[in-house]
């Protein structure tokens, strides 16, 4: 069974078809009446469907791209994790040990370097 010329285009298009507005189901549904390949009562049902198949598939991707993504997050900050701790693990072996930062601790050192550089 060959495929429609029209139908070869329509499935060529791809993604385009996740993001299809209305306004461009009606221009193919209009092809589909010209071709032979729908009847004109049926064209509004034909674009609610070309519409709403497009919004979800819309959908589904976005909720699988959305999975994914939280999965690998999910994966890497178990792996951020692990480094963590052996950063922390060879970091008490040659005895560094790690001191917080406060901003306020290092808004003193630069006004007193300030302080010191101007006296020069």
């Known amino acids: 069974m060959s495929e ?15 993001e299809m507005s209305q306004k461009q189901a009606e221009k193919l549904v ?3 009446v010209k071709a032979g390949q729908a009847r004109r009562k049926d064209t509004d049902e034909m674009v609610r469907q070309l519409v709403d198949r497009g919004r ?21 900050a178990g792996r951020l994790d692990e480094v963590e701790a052996r950063v922390e693990t ?3 072996r040659v005895g560094i040990v790690a001191k917080p930062a406060t ?3 290092d808004d003193a050192k630069k006004s007193t370097q300030k302080v010191d550089s101007q006296s020069d």
């Open 103 to 105: 901003p306020a601790a």
């Open 56 to 76: 979800g598939l819309s959908e589904q991707i976005v909720a699988t791209v959305q999975a994914e993504l939280s999965k690998q997050l999910g994966k890497l």
């Open 30 to 32: 209009k092809e589909f």
């Open 4 to 18: 429609s010329p029209l139908l070869k285009r329509m499935l060529d298009a791809g993604m385009q078809f996740t």
């Open 90 to 92: 060879l970091a008490a």
